[in-house]
């Protein structure tokens, strides 16, 4: 089992930045898959960005070249790094985590979620 907690969401102006921070605890989780996913209202849950134990990355095409993922390994924490945000960026936040042999940026890829933080975005 893998607990994730979120945290450092907020509300900022466009053009601005925020930087999403993931807890993770339990087993396997310094392993695991990790990803940002988000959900605006009325809208599907995509997937932002994911990366493996190793730092091999992937992104959104939206977030390319504004957003970079990372993670602490000896802290066991995940990191959404959002630079120049955009009003369509407003949305609940979410980490997720599994082990899977590729990288996936969608949701049937992880088996584990946080509880999500807010990301508000004002034009």
């Known amino acids: 089992q893998v607990q994730l907690v979120e945290s450092g969401g907020g509300s900022v102006q466009a053009g601005g930045s925020l930087r999403l921070s993931c807890a993770a605890s339990?087993?396997?989780?310094?392993?695991?898959?990790m990803a940002w996913f988000r959900q605006a209202p009325g809208k599907a849950r995509e997937g932002v960005a994911a990366?493996?134990?190793?730092?091999?990355?992937r992104y959104a095409d939206s977030v390319k070249g504004r957003f970079t993922i990372s993670r602490d390994n000896a802290q066991n924490i995940l990191y959404l790094q959002m630079n120049t945000l955009k009003a369509e960026d407003t949305a609940m936040y979410y980490c997720?985590?599994?082990?899977?042999?590729?990288?996936?940026?969608?949701?049937?890829?992880?088996?584990?979620w946080g509880q999500g933080t807010q990301v508000t975005v004002s034009s």
């Open positions: 997720a985590a599994y082990m899977m042999s590729y990288l996936p940026l969608e949701e049937s890829g992880y088996k584990y």
């Open positions: 339990g087993y396997g989780s310094r392993a695991a898959n």
């Open positions: 990366i493996r134990g190793d730092g091999t990355a």
